[in-house]
């Protein structure tokens, strides 16, 4: 009996339904190859190697890596948060308003808002970057006379972390640089009501750069008391082991000279004798 197709009747149904195939392995030859990793359906990383991972994954471990050096990341972070986002809104503040020319209302809203940025950037580089990034801090004390009095400190052990200093320093230094590019730039394109807002930027910026500069440079002279302090009290300390050096020498000579045997001197008249 043959089937519809023309091909023999089989007992073994798998005959009719699955192809068969030989397979033959040579055990002679090592496979030691490594067997590469599969991108799986999930992986939205783009690459392999990487598999679960998902694009902000990586984004949050990028950013982490930028300030890996640092031993304030968080502190390195805010140093620059508040002054470039007051910076990105007077830059952009037509795209944000929708106008052209920003005016009335628009015009209160951002200068309001650069300035909460401003005053906050302000008193978080006083009181927490400076302090925790180069270990300075500077602040304004009034006697009970009435008497204003500026206060600059620096501390004993500041922090040497090299990415810390370097990170401070150069906003703290770019920040007005900036501020007073578009202040020209402000007085040259005659948006004299922008004034306000950039005088406020270069003021407050400014007053941190100021009272940090005091502060490194009193740190400077206080490096510079300890190392005259530490030669004075070196100088001092061979002075005193010369002169206790020779004040030994001198009493070890004096007790030799009295230990020696005087030595009888010949008699000439014996020997003219």
Not at 114 to 132: E, M, P, S, Y
Not at 140 to 169: C, H, L, M
Request: aromatic share 14%; proline share 3%.
């Amino acid at each position: 009996m043959q089937s519809a197709q023309g091909f023999p009747a089989s007992n073994n149904d798998d005959a009719l339904n699955d192809l068969q195939f030989m397979t033959s392995i040579d055990g002679s030859i090592e496979q030691n190859a490594a067997i590469p990793p599969v991108r799986r359906l999930d992986d939205h990383t783009g690459g392999y190697g990487m598999v679960g991972m998902t694009n902000s994954q990586i984004q949050d471990g990028d950013a982490k890596g930028i300030l890996t050096d640092s031993s304030h990341p968080i502190a390195c972070f805010f140093h620059f948060l508040f002054k470039s986002s007051a910076l990105f809104l007077y830059t952009f503040a037509k795209y944000f308003t929708g106008k052209s020319e920003v005016s009335g209302a628009d015009f209160i809203t951002i200068t309001v808002f650069c300035i909460l940025l401003l005053a906050a950037d302000f008193w978080v580089v006083k009181n927490i970057t400076g302090r925790l990034l180069v270990g300075l801090r500077w602040w304004n004390q009034v006697e009970a006379n009435g008497v204003s009095r500026w206060v600059y400190e620096s501390a004993e052990t500041p922090n040497k972390n090299k990415f810390d200093n370097t990170i401070f320093w150069a906003v703290l230094y770019a920040a007005p640089s900036v501020w007073m590019f578009l202040f020209f730039t402000a007085l040259i394109t005659l948006k004299f009501q922008w004034l306000v807002t950039v005088s406020m930027g270069i003021a407050l910026t400014g007053s941190n750069l100021y009272g940090y500069y005091k502060c490194s440079t009193d740190q400077r002279q206080k490096v510079q008391q300890m190392m005259v302090r530490g030669a004075e009290m070196g100088a001092v300390t061979m002075i005193k082991n010369n002169v206790f050096g020779k004040l030994a020498n001198f009493a070890k000579t004096v007790a030799g000279s009295d230990t020696q045997p005087t030595q009888s001197q010949p008699n000439n008249a014996a020997t003219y004798a």
